[in-house]
């Protein structure tokens, strides 16, 4: 069972994502039981909720799912760098660049349900094929430290705290 990182393996910025997932249970069975709960909330979403955002100049429900999406991809990038000993510095993105240069008002919800099952799927398979070493290794993203598995509850953590926004703000 892969348990929750210390302090030590990630930044304090993102302890924020890292509280919000759960510390009794598995971090591949956190992931895959977010996948299933995702997909079932982007299918329920009305081409007028994907469209809607929650205050002016905020980002519409596309734009946070794609934000999403891709956040994931990013993060599951670094986990492989990782994993395989990779001591190259990779840098930091800036969310609102992705957000602001990609057009997404022609994706609808059978796009995204592909998008985030395809690369839910391939983060949980990569996770899996990791062997303990792996999961501990360290490398540096954003000018810090992060493990593997930091990485791991990262994706998990992100998901949820936008997921608390659909709810909360969005009143998805």
């Known amino acids: 069972m892969i ?10 910025y993102y302890e924020t994502y890292i509280s919000k997932v759960p510390k009794d249970k598995d971090i591949l069975h956190i992931l895959l039981e977010q ?20 205050e002016s100049g905020k980002w519409t429900v596309r734009q946070a799912l794609m934000h999403i999406i891709e956040t994931e991809r990013i993060f599951a990038y670094r986990a492989l760098a990782f994993s395989r000993n990779d001591k190259t510095a990779i840098p930091g993105f800036d969310q609102n660049q992705y957000v ?3 057009t997404v008002s022609h994706l609808d919800t059978e796009h995204f349900w592909q998008d985030f ?4 799927s391939a983060s949980i398979i990569m996770f899996k094929g990791f062997v ?7 490398g540096t993203a954003s000018e810090n430290p ?3 598995r930091a990485l791991a509850y990262m994706i998990a953590g992100h998901l949820n705290h936008h997921a608390e926004i659909f709810s909360e703000r969005y009143g998805l």
């Not at 348990?3 to 304090?12: D, G, L, T």
């Not at 099952?117 to 839910?120: A, F, N």
């Open 3 to 12: 348990r929750i990182p210390n302090a030590e393996e990630y930044a304090p």
């Open 35 to 54: 996948k299933n709960d995702f997909l079932g909330f982007i299918k329920n979403l009305s081409p007028e909720q994907l469209d809607s955002a929650y």
């Open 100 to 102: 602001d240069n990609n």
């Open 117 to 120: 099952s395809i690369t839910r």
């Open 132 to 138: 303990d070493e792996q999961w501990l290794r360290v």
């Open 146 to 148: 992060a493990s593997v």
